[in-house]
Nanobody, 116 residues
Framework: QVQLVESGGGLVQAGGSLRLSCAAS????????MGWYRQAPGKQRELVAV???????NYADSVKGRFTISRDNAKNTLYLEMNSLKPEDTAVYYC??????????WGKGTLVTVSS
């Protein structure tokens, strides 16, 4: 069993920055892919960014050049640096982890609100 705890969400003005973190804990697990997803009110959950075990990354077009995903494998922690935030970035951001044997875990989410 893996527990994911997100932190770093909050209220920020447009153009501002936030850094999200997601700490994975448990025992006897090995992480393959880590990612951030978001769900805005009335919309489906969507991919924001993912990072593989070797560091390869993939971003949604809407956040390219503004968001940076990174991970610290020694700490089993995932990060999302968000810059030049826009009101349309407002959403609940969820951490996602895929283990090497295929199990998928989700965090409970952290709310990011960007005011105009």
């Amino acid at each position: 069993q893996v527990q994911l705890v997100e932190s770093g969400g909050g209220l920020v003005q447009a153009g501002g920055s936030l850094r999200l973190s997601c700490a994975a804990s448990g025992s006897g697990f090995s992480i393959n892919t880590m990612g951030w997803y978001r769900q805005a009110p009335g919309k489906q959950r969507e991919l924001v960014a993912v990072i593989g075990s070797g560091g390869a990354t993939n971003y949604a077009d809407s956040v390219k050049g503004r968001f940076t995903i990174s991970r610290d494998n020694a700490k089993n922690t995932l990060y999302l640096e968000m810059n030049s935030l826009k009101p349309e970035d407002t959403a609940v951001y969820y951490c996602n982890v895929v283990l090497t044997y295929g199990m998928v875990y989700w965090g409970k989410g952290t709310l990011v609100t960007v005011s105009s």
